[in-house]
């Protein structure tokens, strides 16, 4: 069995890591670069780094700040944020990240999943599905509705029918964020996991709503996933990476070694 993946997650505005509650109060919590050093230093399995409001702005990501963090990390390393052309991610894996993530862009144009997959490769090419519960319809049978552009927009589209239509095209993952959890720190929402993460044949990792160690290992166990993203867990200090391995090691869930 593989192990599970622990991966901090960077929301970047402005060339500062912010953390905001369902999508909105962000504040200022410090700098990507350091931040990412110090997760990897911790034993962090991989980074994720989005430009949170790349989209909204329609402004190109921050490659700067993208390739100044990769060269301080020596694990796998998403980034997201803005990406919308094949160049766009070009440029985002020339500047050092193992893999990019297409999130508004993808809804808006999907053959952007098919065409980075076959340019980089399926490995390369991280669906981000930002999802909000919503009445069950007839145009959103499984009751979970996308969300584009860092949650402002409703698409009424169904989450389950997108994320088995990108594997189809092409994606080799999904980072699913619940904006119901995100930063609640409440725990991961575990139906829409679950839901998602027994559709597909592609790894899904958990986001939105860690707020201890038991959270991760109900949703690496119940809902399924293959990875979980942590934010305000780690960033505020309440928790280190190693706590959060040692903690699901003890309760039986493969990690990786921590140091």
Known sequence: MLSKRIIPCL???????????????????????????FYYEQGADEIVFYDITASSD??????????????????????????RTLEDMRDVLLAGAEKVSVN?????????ISRGAEAFGNQCIVLGMDVKKVAVSETI???????????????G??????????????????????????????????ELTRLISTAVGIPVIASGGAGEPRHLLDVLD??????????SMVHFGTYSIGQIKDFLSQNGVGVRGSW
Do not use: Q
């Not at 402005?14 to 050093?37: A, C, L, S």
């Not at 169904?158 to 930063?183: K, M, P, Q, T, V």
């Open 11 to 37: 929301d970047v505005r402005d060339g500062r890591t912010t953390k905001g509650i369902k999508f909105r109060d962000n504040i200022d919590i410090g700098d990507p670069v350091e931040m990412g050093r």
């Open 58 to 83: 329609r402004r190109p990501i921050m490659l700067d700040v993208v390739r100044k963090v990769a060269e301080t990390i020596f694990i796998p390393f998403s980034v997201g944020g803005g990406i």
């Open 104 to 112: 508004s862009a993808a809804v808006l144009n999907p053959d952007i």
């Open 141 to 155: 049978p499984s009751g979970y509705e996308i969300v584009i552009n860092g949650g402002r927009k409703h698409m």
């Open 157 to 190: 589209m169904d989450a389950l029918w997108w994320a088995r239509e990108a594997e189809r095209l092409g994606a080799g993952e999904i980072c699913l964020n619940s904006i119901d959890a995100d930063g609640t720190k409440n725990g991961y929402e575990l």
């Open 222 to 231: 119940r809902g399924c996933a293959d990875a979980a993203l942590v934010a």
